[in-house]
């Protein structure tokens, strides 16, 4: 029997609990290991569920038993999380975790500790939700070079993106409904500014391009910015709009970088649609694999981490590591990046030989919607744009068009 235990009770916590409960049997019988909860570490009590009784609330009492070998953490935050994974990995335990923040911020640094304990350190669940991801990049794809990684990263967005769009609702009701269903993070500041996207393809892109992609110097947006008359637009040019996480390798070169698009009918992230999350990956063998699935939610989201605490499970006393490099990869400035832009205008389209004095050769787009109109520019790089747009007065706003 292989005791394991499980650091937070909330969505994802409970969520592991009930896979392995529920598949243990299956789990047994599939992959030979015998799982069991022998704690549960909670702040909270829960008198009225049967877990109650592994409950614990001091994390000695697991640090210190020699008979649990696994620790999963979905706490999430930085701290406690980080002292008490550390711990656990000094003291020979395996850990797995859905906690991207502090795989981010630490992982290279937990990989190294797991190596020199045989344990394990898995993170499945800390990209993509259920989608399997992080495994496909360390054992399927090894003998690929990865050159390019676009993703639609987070659920709680592509739910608010989506729900606005095919519904017409309004962002802050949807974000109170995504939050109800176990999407968002504590704070949802990460999710709608684009902190979670952005800490995920730094995981992704250090696994695929082997170095450590600090998520610091990932450049970032979020989707608070987008409007319904952003939503009009993408509706009249047959678009939709996704907030995209991208990452692409030239040689030594890498660049990252998360950002809301439009993207058109043809492009299959353009179906990707609700709380479902799904990855691009190119690699230079390989060519377009997409991984598609739920990207955050209970169930989901626990069957991965399930699967990690299965994979350590059977690894026990060796011990199996995602890793990169410690050596950090230095990330080539988004700004020469090309693309067309989307803009929106102040004004009447009548405009438009003067917008073309400046910008070159442009689309413009009527929507219908007063005093303002739209117009898509040919693909030119960020800096280009930036400093195109510098030079008109009345500019709403700006969307990237993804190019497919
Ligand atoms: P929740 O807030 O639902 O659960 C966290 C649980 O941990 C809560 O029960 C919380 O108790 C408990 N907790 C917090 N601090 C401590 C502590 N110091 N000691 C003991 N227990 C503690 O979060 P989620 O389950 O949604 O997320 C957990 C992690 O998984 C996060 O890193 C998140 O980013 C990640 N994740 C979440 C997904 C999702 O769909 N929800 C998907 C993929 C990853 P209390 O509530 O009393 O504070
Ligand atoms: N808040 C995250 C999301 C959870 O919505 O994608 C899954 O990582």
Redesign the pocket.
């Known amino acids: 029997m292989v005791n394991v235990a499980v ?7 409970s969520g592991v609990v009930k896979v392995i409960d529920t598949n243990h049997d299956s789990i047994l019988e599939k992959a030979g290991v015998d799982l069991n909860i022998k704690y549960v ?4 009590d829960f008198p009225d569920d049967p877990i109650q009784e592994k409950i614990v609330h001091d994390y000695e009492v697991i640090v210190n038993d020699p008979e649990v070998s696994i620790v999963v953490e ?4 930085v701290e ?1 999380a980080y002292t008490f994974t550390k711990r656990a990995l000094m003291a020979g335990k395996s850990v797995c975790t ?4 502090l795989v981010a911020r630490c992982g290279t640094e937990l990989q190294q500790l797991a190596k020199e304990n045989h344990a394990s350190y898995l993170f499945e ?2 990209c993509g ?1 259920g989608i399997p991801i992080i495994r496909p990049l360390r054992t399927s794809l090894t003998a690929d070079v990865i050159d390019e990684i676009t993703g639609i990263l987070n ?1 709680t967005t592509n739910y608010i993106l989506t729900k606005m769009i095919e519904e017409g609702l309004e962002f802050d009701d949807v974000l109170k409904d995504a939050q109800q269903k ?2 968002a ?2 704070n949802p500041e990460a999710d709608v500014e684009g902190h979670d996207a952005c800490r995920k393809i730094a995981i992704l892109s250090s696994l695929a391009y082997g170095k450590r992609v600090d998520f610091t110097d990932v450049y970032t947006e979020g989707i608070t910015k987008i409007t319904s008359s952003d939503i009009v637009y993408a509706k009249k040019m047959n678009k939709t709009i996704k907030l995209l996480a991208y990452s692409s390798r030239q040689g030594d070169q890498v660049m990252a970088m998360v950002a809301p698009y439009l993207v058109s009918k043809e492009d299959p992230l353009y179906a990707v649609n609700g709380v479902f999350n799904a990855i691009f990956v190119h690699g230079n063998m390989l060519g377009d694999a997409m991984f598609y699935g739920q990207g ?3 169930e989901a ?1 626990a069957s991965a981490v399930a699967g990690d605490v299965v994979e350590e499970a059977q690894m026990l006393g060796t011990g199996v590591v995602s890793s990169w490099k410690p050596e950090k990869q230095v990330l080539t400035d988004v700004s020469s990046t090309e693309k067309p832009f989307f803009v929106r205008m102040k004004g009447d389209a009548l405009e438009k030989e003067n917008l073309e004095k400046v910008f070159g050769p442009i689309k413009v787009i009527g929507a219908g919607l007063e005093g303002e109109f739209g117009f898509v520019t040919e693909k030119m790089s960020e800096a280009s744009y930036q400093e195109r747009a510098a030079k008109v007065d009345g500019i709403i706003g700006m969307i990237r068009v993804r190019e497919k």
């Open positions: 650091l937070g009770y909330g969505t994802v916590g570490l909670d702040l909270r979905v706490m999430g935050g406690p859905s906690n991207k923040e669940a800390s939700g659920g176990g999407y993070e504590r955050a939610g209970k989201t």
